[in-house]
């Protein structure tokens, strides 16, 4: 059974860094795209960043790319993103997410997602 658990969100002030944890379980990391998705008040989910170890590939958006980099740590099954130089502007709710493993490419859209995490809150605020 495939799950995904986030961890690591809470408050910082503009300009701090946080790291979020994705931890999964049922199924091999590297296999996979990973992708993290944030969620504001009133905004559509977006895709902020996605790795997929299997094809050796990572994905940001551009809000994201410079500040915030995805990782993996095959040992413990978790995805990690790290997130500096935060702004108001990225405070919402983060989720990981992944597919069911027959994509060969990071899918860019949340319909293409099958299964997430209950969610992390990110408030950036000083």
């Known amino acids: 059974q495939v799950q995904l658990v986030e961890s690591g969100g809470g408050l910082v002030q503009p300009g701090g860094s946080l790291r979020l944890s994705c931890t999964a379980s049922?199924?091999?990391?590297?296999?996979?795209?990973i992708a993290w998705f944030r969620q504001a008040p009133g905004k559509e989910r977006e895709r902020v960043a996605c790795?997929?170890?299997?094809?050796?590939?990572?994905d940001y958006a551009e809000s994201a790319k410079g500040r915030f980099t995805i990782s993996t740590d095959g040992a413990k099954n978790t995805v990690y993103l790290q997130m500096n130089s935060l702004k108001p502007e990225d405070t919402a709710v983060y989720h990981c997410?992944?597919?069911?493993?027959?994509?060969?490419?990071?899918?860019?859209?949340?319909?293409?997602?099958?299964?997430w995490g209950q969610g992390t809150q990110v408030t950036v605020s000083s």
């Open positions: 997410a992944t597919d069911t493993g027959y994509a060969s490419t990071c899918p860019k859209l949340v319909w293409e997602y099958n299964y």
């Open positions: 049922g199924f091999a990391l590297a296999d996979r795209a």
């Open positions: 790795v997929f170890e299997r094809e050796g590939m990572t």
